[in-house]
């Protein structure tokens, strides 16, 4: 077993938590912008197409899966795409100020930040694949995206931003539990769509030398 450990974490090496990977490319910069506007625009249809107590949330957030997916791939620029698609697409496009929609945003940001985190310091030095490509064939990565990815940080997310919502008053008080819970549930359901990106579509990805393999690069 130990062998086998071993040889993942060579296999899985070269993406880490170091800042920089290699030089970017045009086409790199290109993908970065694409996936914002995809996010911004998926946020913002979650946000108007299933409405849940108040502005912003909704409870299909079909931004979720390709915001992980995306981080997963290119570090810090999923990362902004989380954030932006959040305080653009689900934020000021809804109709919440500034102000509410960058507190409501960070709902997005720090899941995001804590998936990186996770996938390319511990979860790769213990043998999961920090692209989540073994999701669906490994029980040990499926059970920490069920913990981490469906659990811990979504419902970080959904706490967040909801009581920003009440502490704004876009949401009455008595509405947080409700909102929350939905918004978590709603982000798990959505998040079934994530493994089947990252086994189907990470591969292609990959092969083509678009993925990071650090923070920025």
Known sequence: ????????????????????????????????????????????????????????????????????????????????????????????????????????????????????????????KHGVDPLGRDIMKSKKSAAWFVLWVMGITNIIGGLWGVWILVLLGFVPASAYLLGAGLWILGDAIVLLIAPFLAKYVTPVVERFGLVNTGWVS
């Not at 060579?10 to 045009?26: M, V």
């Not at 902004?80 to 997005?108: E, H, K, N």
């Open 1 to 124: 077993m130990g062998e086998i450990t071993a040889g993942l974490n060579e296999k899985f090496s070269q993406y880490t938590l170091k800042w920089r990977g290699g030089k970017l490319t045009t086409t790199q910069y290109a993908l970065f912008a694409i996936q914002m506007a995809v996010v911004i625009l998926l946020s913002w249809l979650g946000a108007i197409a299933t409405p849940v107590v108040g502005p912003g949330i909704g409870f299909l957030y079909w931004a979720y899966p390709f915001f992980v997916v995306f981080t997963l791939w290119w570090g810090v620029w999923g990362i902004l795409g989380a954030w932006i698609g959040a305080f653009v697409g689900s934020g000021l496009l809804t109709g919440l100020p500034v102000l509410p929609a960058l507190g409501f945003s960070i709902g997005d940001l720090i899941p995001a930040l804590l998936i990186f985190l996770l996938y390319r310091g511990y979860l790769r």
